[in-house]
């Protein structure tokens, strides 16, 4: 048998305790290929499902990481063969199927894409799910008209890991970016990828009891959900559009019907976990080759299986910033 390192969230007197395990390949689910994990990303379902959120992961013991890029070991399956390098996102990685904070995974063959030419497995994981989701949000914008013409966009949670991305995709694509925080002191982080103006948090809070505020967003991408949501619905310019992913303030918001029959504007959701695989492949294209960004190292922050329970601990506290990238050898 292979024996290899995982973090193992195992819960203790109603308590979740991550640990750095060894575990054995046979020890894995059913699933076509086998797959030797070299890099993989912490994301917020991540660290939810590290709490024992039991709305992300319902059985413990567990391995969460929703992301994963590696090389497979082996394949049932003729579409993968063992020294193949690729990459997962979504599905039920990491959520009730034992993720990518192990250094192998066995998944179906439907969840796995090759690695696209444009990116190393390292940059994949620099991007992971969060990557995949502003690049989702972008392309939805666009696709409901938004054009760099059109006007400042607005990017909620900006310093957060989809929210990092969007702001300097945006940016590459020409667009005025505004970037919302409620971390005043990571100003120059979001100039440096590419925002023009900084829009603290407690601005974005202003106004929820009105139905409806000045037009000011061309578009928006809101990584954080809540009251803060419609409060940017209410204040798209005509016809606009925001692109919703997240829900760190909260999953529920008051509202109204004003903005969209008086000014037009489109809420967008955005899913980046059920998506077909051919659509995720399609984006993952656009993120390596046309859409690829230069700055990604910037972004992230390196740790290893032994330091992710410290990194998840700053995530649920809202303290991290940009990505982290976890390297397990």
């Known amino acids: 048998m292979t024996a290899f390192k995982a973090l193992l969230v195992t819960e203790e007197n109603g308590a979740y305790v991550p640990q750095v395990v060894e575990r054995q390949v046979d020890d894995l689910p059913a699933g076509e290929v086998l797959i030797r994990v070299h890099y993989s990303s912490l994301n917020y379902k991540d660290a939810l499902s590290a709490s024992g959120n039991r709305g992300v992961t319902r059985q413990f013991p567990h391995t969460p990481g929703i992301d994963a890029a590696g090389v497979v070991a082996e394949s049932s ?21 034992a993720g990518g904070f192990g250094q192998y995974i066995r998944v179906p063959a439907a969840w796995v894409i090759k690695r696209p030419k444009g990116l190393s497995l390292r940059e994949a994981m620099l991007l992971g799910t969060a990557g995949l989701t502003a690049g989702l949000c972008v392309d939805k914008l666009e696709q409901a008209g938004l054009t760099p013409a059109a006007g400042p966009v607005l990017v909620t949670g900006a310093t957060g890991g989809v929210g990092s991305i969007a702001v300097a995709l945006l940016a590459r694509l020409g667009y005025d970016v505004a970037a919302s925080t409620g971390k005043a002191e990571q100003g120059e982080f979001l100039r440096q990828l590419g925002a023009r103006q900084i829009v603290s948090r407690e601005e974005l809070q202003e106004g929820s009891e009105k139905a409806m505020l000045k037009e000011r967003w061309a578009g928006a991408v809101d990584t954080v959900g809540g009251d803060i949501l419609f409060n940017v619905v209410k204040a798209l310019r005509y016809g606009a559009s925001a692109a919703c992913c997240g829900l ?76 982290v990238l976890v390297n397990l050898g």
């Open 248 to 323: 760190t303030a909260g999953m529920g918001f008051k509202g109204s019907v004003a903005p969209f029959i008086l000014r037009g504007v489109n809420l967008l959701g955005v899913d980046s976990v059920e998506l077909p695989l051919v659509v995720k492949a399609s984006m993952w294209d656009k993120l390596s080759l046309q859409w690829k960004l230069g700055n990604l190292e910037s972004l992230a922050e390196e740790v290893s299986l032994e330091q992710l329970p410290k990194a998840i601990e700053q995530i649920l506290a809202g303290k991290m910033v940009g990505r």
């Open 77 to 97: 399956v003729a579409e993968f063969a063992a020294g193949d390098e690729v990459i997962i996102t979504g599905y039920d990685l990491g959520m009730n199927t």
